[in-house]
Nanobody, 114 residues
Framework: QVQFVESGGGLVQPGGSLRLSCKFSGYISGTYGMAWYRQAPGKQRESVAT???????VHADSVKGRFTISVDNTDNSLYLQMNSLEPEDTAVYYC????????WGRGTQVTVSS
């Protein structure tokens, strides 16, 4: 059973930066790699960025140019560098496979507020 442990969230002012990390126990066969997702209060969970095992990345339009997903396959770590954060980025951030096939982890809270 693949497991995920997210970390790196926190409270940041608009325009600030955070780097999220996710330790995962392995890739799931039949999926397209890994992804970061987020769920804001009262909204459905959405995909933020995806990356294949070979490193091909795709970012949602809402974060393109501000967020960067990356993966280190040597120790099964997934990252999300978030710059120019906006209040609309406030959410709990999760990692999972793309598409999500494993149980969700606890996520990490990101709050963007002045």
């Amino acid at each position: 059973q693949v497991q995920f442990v997210e970390s790196g969230g926190g409270l940041v002012q608009p325009g600030g930066s955070l780097r999220l990390s996710c330790k995962f126990s392995g890739y799931i066969s039949g999926t397209y790699g890994m992804a970061w997702y987020r769920q804001a209060p009262g909204k459905q969970r959405e995909s933020v960025a995806t990356i294949t095992e070979r490193g091909r990345a795709v970012h949602a339009d809402s974060v393109k140019g501000r967020f960067t997903i990356s993966v280190d396959n040597t120790d099964n770590s997934l990252y999300l560098q978030m710059n120019s954060l906006e209040p609309e980025d406030t959410a709990v951030y999760y990692c999972n496979s793309n598409p999500p096939r494993a149980d969700w982890g606890r996520g990490t809270q990101v709050t963007v507020s002045s």
